[in-house]
């Protein structure tokens, strides 16, 4: 997790890149109070079930997976 501080404030974030079944990758991006309450939860070669969650085509000035 990283701190951040632009023209619209500060706060953190933390990046978990999640591959399902079939290997397909994604990158999950989490904010604030999401980066603080999950940055502590997940575990490499865990399995997680991730439900209610949003899913934005990645803005391609950041690195994606």
Not at 24 to 42: E, L
Request: net charge positive; proline share 0%; hydrophobic share 35%.
């Amino acid at each position: 997790m990283r701190t951040y501080k632009n023209a619209r404030g500060e706060g953190c974030v933390f990046n978990v890149e999640l591959t399902d079944e079939d290997g397909t990758q994604i990158q999950a991006t989490m904010f604030n109070d999401a980066a603080r309450k999950f940055f502590d939860k997940f575990h490499m070669g865990k399995v997680y079930y991730i439900s209610k969650g949003t899913l934005k085509v990645a803005n391609k000035q950041f690195k994606t997976v």
